[in-house]
């Protein structure tokens, strides 16, 4: 059984085509949307689903996430993103993979929602690091079997680097996989800051936190 958590804030224009395309996979036994104070349509237009379970959380993704896992019910957890939509098929591969006890988790390949070609650049260069590094982000929609998201405390209450922070503690307990489906993310953070300023801002920051700056002075970097 997967629950699908949807951490969200603000997101009117993305949460109701991301709710259909995860009712409409097979294996998903329920979808939680946790929202962090909206002050557009979300909720309501969450609302329109009547199988979807909505809660309202102070905003932080990891909070929101963690909130969301409180109120699940499956043995799978899949966090995603409110502006990434998956590929179909995606829940039969999911189910597939953890067939293996050996795995703990893992995600979907990484993919902009957009058919600019520059694009397929930065989406080969997120492969290669997840190849060679093993280290998906929250934006590719990281899965985990209950037990283990139990097993080590869920995400912590930080504003920024909560994925990479859980996915360096998953990677302890199991290994983790990076299935073929396609995670087609919201090309919006790429379009407002271009490109190459907003790749040099992200692993500039995710050096600075390998080197211990606190999360929240990253997040006032990130979000301004």
């Known amino acids: 059984m997967i629950s699908v958590i949807i951490p969200a804030f603000n997101e009117e224009r993305h949460i109701s085509e991301c709710i259909a395309q995860v009712e409409a996979e097979e294996g998903v036994s329920e979808v939680i949307v946790a929202d962090g104070g909206s002050t557009d349509r979300t909720i309501e237009l969450a609302g329109r689903h009547p199988d979807v379970k909505m809660l309202e959380s102070v905003r ?3 909070t929101q996430m963690n909130r969301g896992a ?8 899949l966090f995603l993103h409110a502006d990434t939509i998956l590929e179909r098929g995606w829940g039969k591969d999911l189910v597939s993979v953890l067939a293996d006890s050996s795995i703990a988790g893992g995600a979907f390949s990484f993919a902009i929602n957009s058919p600019l070609r520059r694009y397929r650049f930065l989406e080969q260069w997120v492969r290669f690091r997840c190849a060679v590094f093993t280290l998906p982000y929250g934006d590719q929609g990281i899965f985990v079997r209950r037990d283990i998201f139990d097993q080590l ?14 996915v360096g503690r998953m990677k302890k307990a199991g290994r983790l996989v990076m299935l073929k489906k396609n995670a087609y993310t919201s090309e919006r953070r790429w379009a407002k800051k271009g490109l190459v300023l907003t790749a040099l801002t992200n692993h500039s920051l995710l050096l600075l936190y390998r080197l211990g700056v606190d999360p929240h002075t990253l997040a006032g970097i990130y979000y301004r």
Do not use: H, N, S, W
């Open 70 to 77: 409180d109120l699940a019910l499956g043995d799978i957890l």
């Open 153 to 166: 405390g869920g995400y912590k209450d930080i504003p920024l680097m909560e994925d990479v922070d859980f």
């Open 60 to 62: 932080g993704r990891g």
